[in-house]
């Protein structure tokens, strides 16, 4: 909600640091699920990014 009301404009909100752990946060937890237990850490590196891309660009279309 913070982030919401940051600034009126989407384009010029930013990602507080605090948000950015959050989201490292919930991509560490989910991977560290015994669904992923034998994937490798490459690959884990590149679900975890893909997924911190789509939570950023999913943000600015959250029903709050």
């Known amino acids: 909600i913070k982030w919401r009301d940051s600034s009126k404009i989407v384009?010029?909100?930013t990602i507080s640091e605090e948000l950015g752990?959050?989201?490292l946060a919930i991509c560490n937890k989910?991977?560290?699920h015994s669904n992923f237990r034998n994937y490798n850490?490459?690959?884990k590196a590149d679900m975890r990014s893909y997924a911190l891309f789509k939570l950023i660009k999913g943000l600015k279309?959250?029903?709050f």
């Open 11 to 13: 384009e010029e909100r």
């Open 21 to 23: 752990k959050m989201f």
């Open 30 to 32: 989910i991977l560290n």
């Open 41 to 43: 850490a490459e690959l």
């Open 61 to 63: 279309n959250y029903n």
